[in-house]
């Protein structure tokens, strides 16, 4: 069943050090996936995403790496700003979907100055 | 380009009321999408609708919601009888194609409805 009122992981780290943020799938037919940022009040902001036919994929400070054999997708954050606080989400889309996301639970992000 | 636009923001109703739920999708984008968020959870794909019609509601409760995107004017997602256990925000996303391969697919979200049922 759902996990409802459970804490969100919280990853906790110093302005300028780098963020490495997991991600675990459920879907072995998913083939395409996606991180979202979420601040407090705020929808979901597009920041990255990766096709199963990559293993990596770079952005400006943020690099997303798949991993298929074990089901797993992480986001690093090179020099984390305070800005970059918020609730990070993995979302995976099943190939029998359109943009039929199947969001992961979410790891807060908290960066001290 | 004023991105997805949802309306109300804030929406209290008693239980036995109705809601609705405004979704304006960015311009020139024909699919809108509406997920349904918990608090300290990630987001639940409910409906998945073009105008006037709807492609995808496998996500949504059989029984007092339904959709619609009609030819003019916003999607709406309307709730009749609320109870409290739909109280929770309410995520509109649009795009411009389906072509999963485009990058031009990616889902733009709107900033959420928050429903409260007392």
């Known amino acids: 069943g759902e996990s409802v009122g459970l804490h969100l992981p919280t990853l906790s780290v110093q302005e300028g050090d780098n963020s490495i943020i997991n991600c675990a799938y459920s879907n072995s037919a998913s083939d395409y996936f996606i991180w979202y940022k979420q601040e407090s009040g705020k929808g979901p902001q597009f920041i990255i995403d990766?096709?199963?036919?990559?293993d990596k994929r770079q952005g400006q400070r943020v690099t997303v790496l798949l991993n298929k054999t074990v089901k797993h997708l992480s986001l690093q954050i090179a020099a984390t700003q305070p800005g970059d606080s918020a609730v990070y989400f993995c979302a995976e889309n099943k190939r029998a979907g359109f943009q039929k996301l199947v969001f992961g639970t979410g790891t807060r992000l908290l960066v001290s100055p | 380009n004023a991105g997805v636009m949802q309306n109300p923001r804030h929406l209290v109703r008693r239980r036995g009321q109705e809601a609705r739920l405004r979704c304006s999708p960015m311009k020139g984008h024909s699919h809108v999408y509406w997920y349904r968020q918990l608090p300290e959870e990630g987001l639940k794909f409910m409906v998945y609708?073009?105008?006037?019609?709807?492609?995808?509601e496998s996500g949504m409760p059989k029984e007092r919601f339904s959709a619609e995107f009609p030819k003019e004017g916003p999607s709406i997602l309307r709730i009749q009888q609320v109870v409290r256990g739909d109280s929770a925000a309410y995520f509109c996303?649009?795009?411009?194609?389906?072509?999963?391969?485009?990058?031009?697919?990616?889902?733009?979200f709107g900033a959420g409805s928050r429903l409260t049922v007392l």
């Open positions: 609708l073009q105008k006037e019609n709807i492609i995808d």
């Open positions: 996303a649009s795009s411009k194609l389906t072509d999963r391969t485009s990058g031009a697919n990616v889902l733009t």
């Open positions: 990766i096709r199963s036919n990559m």
